[in-house]
């Protein structure tokens, strides 16, 4: 395998579990766009929006995203659920030689399942406190998003599947 495969989606998506589980089976490297941050910036993405805010995080986003996509090595990486939607990012994305974006598609009530109870290391979602309102910002902000995921070259709708289905659905995709 000789590409970058970048994985986008929506939090609670499944891009680090699928991305890891792939990278397993490529035999290459796997980063996680969000500890890679971490790893930088020497600080937690929760303590990044705290102490330096959101604009902050933003712009260190688009910096180590145009830094991964200048190296040469082929890698998975699994994406924020914001990293597409700021900037020119998606366009970067797209445009990365030997590149491929997929989209790992998931409904509003498996995303709200997944993310309830693991909302407190999201800042976006930390503050929801029942599941009508996680419902209600998760439709929201997806309606806002889904045009820049949608652009992504291959969509793999993700509802009911293992991690082991959507990992084969992506080999088949890759060429
Ligand atoms: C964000 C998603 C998070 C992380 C940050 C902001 C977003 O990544 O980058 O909390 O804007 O959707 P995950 O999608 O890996 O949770």
Same mark, same amino acid.
């Not at 590409?3 to 939090?11: A, D, P, S, T, V």
């Not at 996509?69 to 597409?84: H, M």
């Not at 439709?139 to 820049?148: A, I, N, Q, V, W």
């Given at each position: 395998m000789e590409k970058k495969i970048f994985l986008i989606g929506y939090m609670g998506s499944g891009k680090s579990s699928v991305g890891s589980k792939l990278a397993e089976i490529l035999k290459c490297e796997f980063l996680d766009l969000d500890a890679f941050i971490e790893g930088k910036e020497a600080m937690s993405v929760r303590e990044l929006f705290k102490l330096k805010g959101e604009i902050y995080f933003r712009r260190a986003e688009t910096t180590y995203l145009q830094e991964i996509i200048d190296q040469k090595e082929a890698k998975i990486i699994s994406l924020g659920g914001g990293t597409p939607c700021y900037g020119n990012n998606m366009q970067r994305i797209l445009t990365a030689p030997n590149a491929k974006s997929v989209y790992l598609k998931a409904s509003i009530p498996t995303l709200t399942k997944r993310l309830f109870d693991e909302r407190e290391n999201r800042p976006l979602i930390?503050?929801? %406190? =029942?599941e009508e309102l996680l419902v209600e910002f998760i439709g929201k902000h997806l309606f806002e998003r889904s045009p820049f995921y949608s652009q992504s070259e291959v969509t793999i709708? =993700? %509802?009911?599947?293992t991690k082991e289905e959507i990992v084969e659905e992506i080999l088949k995709v890759l060429d």
């Amino acid at each position: 395998m000789e590409k970058k495969i970048f994985l986008i989606g929506y939090m609670g998506s499944g891009k680090s579990s699928v991305g890891s589980k792939l990278a397993e089976i490529l035999k290459c490297e796997f980063l996680d766009l969000d500890a890679f941050i971490e790893g930088k910036e020497a600080m937690s993405v929760r303590e990044l929006f705290k102490l330096k805010g959101e604009i902050y995080f933003r712009r260190a986003e688009t910096t180590y995203l145009q830094e991964i996509i200048d190296q040469k090595e082929a890698k998975i990486i699994s994406l924020g659920g914001g990293t597409p939607c700021y900037g020119n990012n998606m366009q970067r994305i797209l445009t990365a030689p030997n590149a491929k974006s997929v989209y790992l598609k998931a409904s509003i009530p498996t995303l709200t399942k997944r993310l309830f109870d693991e909302r407190e290391n999201r800042p976006l979602i930390a503050h929801l %406190d =029942t599941e009508e309102l996680l419902v209600e910002f998760i439709g929201k902000h997806l309606f806002e998003r889904s045009p820049f995921y949608s652009q992504s070259e291959v969509t793999i709708s =993700t %509802d009911g599947k293992t991690k082991e289905e959507i990992v084969e659905e992506i080999l088949k995709v890759l060429d």
